[in-house]
């Protein structure tokens, strides 16, 4: 990713993509473990309030393995972030099924219900690069809906959306979890 950064002129100094890719790992690492990711701040828990300053217990303890006499201390392995959906599969997905998807959102009302197009991730890059489709998706949101990236005020007309949560009869997604992808995804055509 860094490598088409700089290709693309989107990052002229070095000390600006350093910073980029380590905010990249705090958001991929939030979204393995379920954390809390704001720019600029430790990881946490969702129940942590902001103004924490220190890692939960959870996220410290998996970033090294105890080493032993035989093997240095090492990094733990973390588990590969699944791509989003294809269109196939969320056209095969049943009422009740877990779908985790990305859209673009066309509109959204008051009552935290959002309609937006569904995305399918680029092969080059699969995790910032997304075209367009023309399937529909409607989904809503609760209070409880864990934000892992970004906040609730990003959630607006054009902004870029990975969604988790269960779709019903009614082909409508409820959102258990959402990263807004907005600053860090494109769309190409």
Do not use: C
């Not at 995790?127 to 609730?152: C, D, K, Y």
């Amino acid at each position: 990713m860094l490598l088409g950064l700089l290709r693309e002129g989107l990052v002229t100094q070095l000390s600006h993509a350093g910073y980029l890719g380590e905010e990249l790992a705090k958001a991929q690492t939030a979204l393995q473990f379920g954390l809390r990711y704001d720019q600029d701040r430790p990881l946490r828990s969702s129940e942590t309030p902001v103004n924490t300053l220190e890692a939960p217990a959870q996220a410290q303890s998996t970033e090294l393995r105890q080493p032993t006499e035989s093997q240095p201390q090492i990094p733990a392995k973390m588990p590969a972030i699944r791509q989003p959906m294809t269109l196939q599969e969320l056209q095969s997905a049943g009422a009740g099924s877990k779908v985790d998807l990305v859209l673009s959102v066309s509109e959204v009302s008051v009552s935290q219900k959002l309609t937006g197009t569904f995305l399918v991730s680029d092969e080059a890059e699969p995790f910032n690069v997304f075209h367009r489709t023309q399937e529909r998706i409607l989904a809503e949101w609760a209070p409880s809906t864990r934000i892992i990236m970004g906040v609730a005020d990003e959630i607006v007309t054009g902004a870029l959306l990975r969604i988790s949560g269960k779709i019903d009869e009614n082909r409508l997604v409820h959102v258990e979890q959402l990263v807004i992808l907005t600053k860090v995804a494109r769309i190409v055509e």
